[in-house]
């Protein structure tokens, strides 16, 4: 707990208010069972760059073109952070200054489309994300937003079924990608619509860019035209965006994202980014992204063998959506008991939903966070036991209370990683 209690102890003496309140949420992390899949828990290297000096530094531009003087050694942090991005991915060009996976969204149309242009996205509902054209996004409000839909019968992608709505409605920009999608896209196929029908193919690799890092799914990366990804959820590094695109992309990309989108770029980020970066260069990340994968596949198997449906029947990489409409449930609920008893998750729109977004009929866990603290195929079985045990016996307080005790017992077993 070296980690935390040092930060503590800084911030007690400097805003005791605040430094209870933050010491609350890390005893929340430290004993809850983190299922959201698209949190992490970033390694206090990470950590240690994203609260540094490097905070104070304006450094609007890109390395070597800044419009502000003393931007030497910020230069080489930003160029080191490309350099890592690229490797690892493999891509021509990276550009780490977006703040988050919605600006790097926001950018990417930004270079290749004019206001007005039509996009086509994945439907939110099957699994999309708000900035993939949703109406109440700018990414629905600016361009003209159409959609493809996963197939009712097996939940999963038609990949005919989106190259007619290419062909129907010729989009500007194919998007691919998503926030609650199960299973993994076929990255030659959509390439082959996006040429056919003279789209862009923008490829969102937020949930999955780790995966990708380790090589525990395919890579965008060689059949997409932009690629845009958080760096806080699998890829395990801190809150933040990146957008990688080959050369001939890399000066409308630049300029999309400033003065596009934003103005200076978050230093102190982008170095916690590079940190980040250089950690997928060692074995043990490839390890864990496999881990990720095996570990979901695991939990889901144990949620079917409880009597759970989820939607697709699976999963293919870190995340997977229970469907609570046969047990006459909600996700508001249970993600309201699932909180009583220590086990964190979000409720989620699945296919087809005829509930509203505030209070959809699934709820949506993942991998990720449980992976990084450790756990393994034994605890899966386990925390499928516990996640079963809570929806069919919604509102039992014997229950939740004893989830919560065995979600405390299989947290202190796995610590944080801030010793
Ligand atoms: N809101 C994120 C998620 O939870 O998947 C995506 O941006």
């Not at 949420?25 to 000096?53: C, D, H, K, M």
């Not at 009929?361 to 195929?377: D, N």
Request: aromatic fraction near 6%.
């Amino acid at each position: 707990m070296a980690v935390a209690e040092e930060r503590l102890s800084v911030l007690g003496e400097a805003d005791p208010e605040l430094a209870a309140i933050m010491e609350r949420e890390f005893e929340r992390q430290q004993y809850t069972l983190e299922l959201i899949p698209s949190e992490n828990i970033a390694s206090p290297a990470v950590l240690a760059a994203l609260g540094s000096w490097l905070n104070n530094k304006y450094a609007e531009g890109t390395p070597g073109r800044r419009y502000y003087g003393g931007c030497e050694y910020v230069d080489q942090v930003e160029s080191l952070a490309q350099r890592r991005a690229c490797e690892l991915f493999g891509a021509e060009h990276a550009n780490v200054q977006p703040h988050c996976g919605s600006g790097a969204n926001m950018a990417a149309y930004m270079a290749f489309c004019k206001p007005g242009d039509t996009i086509l996205g994945l439907d939110l509902s099957h699994g999309g994300h708000l900035s993939h054209g949703s109406p109440v996004s700018f990414s629905g409000i600016l361009y003209h937003a159409e959609f493809y839909g996963v197939d009712r019968e097996t939940e999963q992608l038609d990949y005919d079924q989106v190259r007619g709505r290419a062909l129907e409605v010729r989009p500007r920009v194919l998007v691919a990608g998503a926030s609650a999608y199960p299973r993994i896209f076929d990255f030659p196929r959509l390439a082959e619509i996006a040429a056919e029908v003279g789209a862009v193919l923008m490829v969102d690799m937020a949930h999955f860019a780790g995966l990708v890092a380790g090589g525990a799914h395919p890579s965008p990366v060689p059949y997409a035209d932009v690629v845009t990804l958080t760096t806080h959820k699998t890829l395990r590094g801190p809150w933040g965006g990146m957008i990688l695109c080959p050369e001939a992309s890399a000066k409308a990309i630049d300029k999309a994202v400033f003065p596009g989108v934003q103005g200076g770029p978050l230093l102190h980020a982008i170095a916690a980014k590079a940190v980040a970066l250089h950690a997928w260069t060692q074995p043990e990340m490839a390890d864990y992204a496999q881990r990720v994968v095996a570990n979901a596949k695991r939990l889901a198997q144990g949620l079917v063998a409880e009597g759970l449906r989820l939607v697709s029947g699976g999963t293919d990489n870190h995340l997977m959506l229970v469907d609570l409409r046969p047990l006459g449930l909600t996700g508001r609920q249970v993600q309201e008991a699932f909180d009583r008893a220590r086990v964190t998750v979000n409720r989620n729109s699945i296919p087809f939903d005829e509930a509203s977004k505030f209070n959809p009929s699934g709820i949506r866990l993942g991998s990720p966070a449980v992976t990084t603290r450790g756990m393994g195929p034994e605890q899966m079985d386990e925390i499928a036991t516990l996640v079963a045990r809570l929806i069919h016996n919604l509102g039992d307080e014997g229950v939740e209370r004893e989830v919560a005790s065995r979600a405390r017992t299989l947290c202190e077993a796995f610590p944080l990683p801030y010793n």
